[in-house]
DNA sequence: TTATTATTTGTACGTTTGTATAAATAATGT
DNA sequence: ACATTATTTATACAAACGTACAAATAATAA
C-alpha cells in the first residue's frame, strides 16, 4: 500500500512529520550515524504493530514493511524477534521510569519528615503514564496499548518486571508509611490494581463508551482525576477499615 | 518432547485424570451423542492453550494434541480458528452471567425498595469470578487467566462485549441506584477499574508476589476481600466527593 | 588509492500456519 | 441387509513465518 513515492505530491506524508522522512532507503554505508535514527524507525512500526496485533500477531515483515525496510534490516538491527520486543519496551521504559523517580523525589522534597500523601503517590505514579499516552503522540499511545496487552501475559510480566519493578517497589514503600495501618500485603493489592486501572484507561478499547452509551471518546483528563481520587479512597479505606 | 509413550510405565499421564481419559480415539461413527463429549474435550485444551499463548500463540496442532486428536478434528467439529476461541469464550461466559445475574437478583430482593449497598453490588459481580477462578478447577484457572489477556486487546474487547456487557451494564445501573450523587460517566470509569482489579487478580502473573518480596502465593480469599473493600470505598468517593 | 566497514537488497531455507480433500470406519435408520 | 450419517485418519496445499546467506553499495579509514 502507498506505492506512489514517484511523484511528490501535497499527500499526507508530505505535510506530516511522519518517521520515514529521507524516502526509500539505498544500499550502502550512510552518512555519519544514522543508524540510530533507523532504529528508531524500527522501533515505532514495531510499536503499533505490536500494541494492535500483539506479539505472536505481529509479523517481522510486517513491522519491515511499516518501516519502508526489507525484512532482514530488522534482524540485523536488533537480533531476533524478542530482542526487538525488549528493545520496544525498554527504550520508553527508561523514559516513564525517570519522570516516575522524579515526581517521586519532588513529592519527598515537598513532605520534608512527614509522609507523602496518598494522593499524592498515586497523582505521582499514574500522571507521566496517562499524559504521555494522551498528549497526542501517537508513539506513546501505541506503547501504553502495549502495555496494557502485556499486563495479563506470561512474557509481558517479565518484561514488566524487569523494567518497571524497581520504582513500583519504591512506591509501594513510600505508600506503606503513609499508610501506617494497612497491611503491606493489601498495599500491593492495591498498587497492582491502581496499575490495572490505569492500563486499561490508557487502552482505549471503547468499552467504557459502550458502557456508558457515549459515542464520543471520553475525557483522559477527567478519567485521569477519577482515577486518583478513586483510587486513593481505595488506599485509606485499607487504613482505616478491618 | 516427550515421546516416550512406547513403554506404558508409571508417568503423570497414568496418574492424573487427563481430559483424554478414552485412549486414543478409533475413527468411526460413536456411539449414541458422544460428540458432545468430545467437544468438550477439544474446548479445554483450547482453554489452557489460549490462556498460555494466546491466540495467535496458540496454533489449531497444539490444541489438537493436546486434547488427542488429529488437525482436522477441530475444524471438523468449531469450523474456523476463530469461532473455536468464540466458543471457548462463550461456554464459561454463560454460567457466569447466570451466576451474575442470580446474585443481583438475590441482592435486589434483599434490598426492597432500599437501594442495594455498593459492597454488596461490588461482592457480588466480582465473586462468582474470583471464587471460580480460585477454587481448584483448572479450567476456570485458565478460563480467568484467558479473560485477562484478552482485556486489554482488541479482538479481545470485541468477544467479552458480546457476552459481557449486558449484564455489566445491569450493575452499572444498579450502582448509579446506589451512588445517586456520583456522576455516570465516573461510575463506569470505577467499574472498569474493578474489572481491571479483578481480572489481574486471577491472572496469576506472580507480580504481586514478587512486589511485596514473598514466595508463596497469596491467598486468593484474601485478596478478593481487599479488593472488595478497596473498590467499595472508591465508588463511594465518587459520590461524596467533588 | 585502496582496503575496510556499515548497511541495504535480493533471495532462499526449512518450519509452521490455517484450512481443505479424500478415504476409512463404525454406529444408526430403514 | 443395506444405505446413510457422523466422525476420525491421513495427506495435501498454499501462504506466512523467523532466520540466514551472499552480493551490492556507499561512506570511511589507511
Known sequence: MNDDTSHASLTLETLLP??????PR???????????????????????LFADRG?????????????????????????????LF??????RAEI???????????A??????????????VHAYVEPFIKSASHGDPGWRNYAALMGRLANSPLGTEIIA??????????????NRSLPGADALDVVEGFSAMVAAMLGICSATGRPERLSGR???????????????FHTAGFLALATTQ
Chains 1, 2 share one sequence.
Do not use: C, W
Not at 525517570?98 to 515526581?103: F, G, N, T, V, Y
Not at 519527598?108 to 503517590?121: D, S, T, W
Not at 524487569?162 to 505508600?175: C, F, G, N, P, S
Open 162 to 175: 524487569r523494567h518497571y519493578d524497581v520504582t513500583a517497589r519504591d512506591y509501594i514503600a513510600e505508600l
Open 96 to 106: 516513564m521510569t525517570r519522570l516516575r523517580r522524579d515526581a517521586l523525589e519532588d
Open 86 to 91: 525488549d528493545a520496544v519496551v525498554a527504550r
Open 215 to 229: 459515542a464520543t471518546p471520553r475525557d483522559p483528563e477527567r478519567s485521569f482525576e477519577t482515577l486518583v481520587r
Open 18 to 23: 511522519t518517521d520515514a522522512p529521507d524516502g
Open 108 to 121: 519527598r522534597a515537598k513532605a520534608g519528615a512527614q509522609a507523602i500523601a496518598v494522593e499524592v503517590l
Open 55 to 83: 506479539y505472536d500477531g505481529a509479523s517481522i515483515r510486517d513491522v519491515a514493511a511499516e518501516a519502508g525496510l526489507q525484512v532482514h534490516s530488522i534482524g540485523y538491527h536488533f537480533g531476533p524477534k524478542e530482542s
Open 26 to 48: 539505498k544500499p550502502g554505508r550512510p552518512k555519519g550515524n544514522q543508524s540510530a535514527q533507523t532504529r528508531e524507525r524500527i522501533l515505532n512500526a514495531a510499536e503499533q
